[in-house]
């Protein structure tokens, strides 16, 4: 015992040392494995008031070969979200789309689902209250026309951000839409990006409406395509009748 003693008196400066090389050692490799572990986690939460879906009829017809005719129908979906993140870095809420299970009768373990892409929403959502007045749900990554709030979907770590994602598949005919269980609800799975390329998915069941109650909420549900087709044929029509005539050599 003796002899450690007189040991540690003679090397107590070395010792000083490599106590202090080794403390400068672990906060630096603690500092690297903080830097490294550091990334954003985003909590997803499905806000039922304003989430549904519908499939709907177009009115036209549609002839593939070697199949008969079929009626043209569209799909679409609003979802009502929250997210919160509840990582240990900033970031902003990335793309987001949605996939459902179409209805051909085949089990889940051999299918795999049809992804639909957000949509732009030409019209607020909103929840008609009972005395000529609704109740206006945001939109989570557009800006509101109305309101003329600027777009920021940028999350700082424990904030959260609510609203309205819309998602309209493009005209579709045989069994490419949702299938619904025996309550005529049908399963989603949502999948969120954030600014890194993380990728944050959730399933959910939504109910499928019929049309008329779908556009209460908003007149211009499952209108997008449509309409956006209809602005550009609009404009490229408006340039063509522009354009007639030419220069008259002099």
């Known amino acids: 015992m003796e002899e450690i003693k007189n040991w540690l008196n003679s090397n107590i400066g070395v010792l000083n040392v490599i106590i202090f090389f080794s403390t400068l050692a672990v906060g630096f490799l603690s500092g ?9 986690r985003f909590n ?68 795999k689902r049809l992804w639909i892409k957000e949509s732009n929403i030409l019209d607020l959502f909103a929840i008609p209250t009972g005395d000529e007045k609704s109740l206006v749900t945001p939109n989570l990554r557009q800006v509101n026309p109305e309101t003329e709030d600027r777009y920021s979907g940028f999350l700082r770590i424990g904030n959260s951000k609510n ?63 449509f309409l956006l087709d209809k602005d550009v044929k609009d404009i490229i029509g408006n340039q063509e009748k522009e354009n007639i005539g030419g220069e008259t050599s002099e």
């Open 163 to 225: 609203g309205t994602c819309y998602f309209e598949q493009s005209s579709s005919w045989g069994n490419h839409y949702p299938r619904r269980d025996e309550n005529g609800n049908t399963e989603l799975k949502i999948e969120i990006k954030d600014a890194f390329g993380n990728k944050y998915k959730k399933k959910f069941k939504v109910p499928i409406v019929n049309f008329d109650k779908a556009i209460r909420y908003n007149p211009k549900f499952g209108m997008t395509h």
């Open 44 to 111: 997803i939460r499905i806000i039922p008031k304003m989430t549904y879906g519908s499939v709907f009829l177009t009115g036209e017809k549609y002839t593939p070969p070697k199949f008969g005719t079929y009626d043209v129908h569209k799909t679409a979906f609003v979802v009502y979200l929250e997210i919160t993140n509840r990582g240990t870095a900033d970031s902003s809420i990335g793309k987001i789309r949605i996939g459902y299970y179409k209805d051909d009768g085949k089990r889940k373990l051999f299918q």
């Open 32 to 40: 690297i494995f903080k830097s490294i572990v550091k990334r954003p």
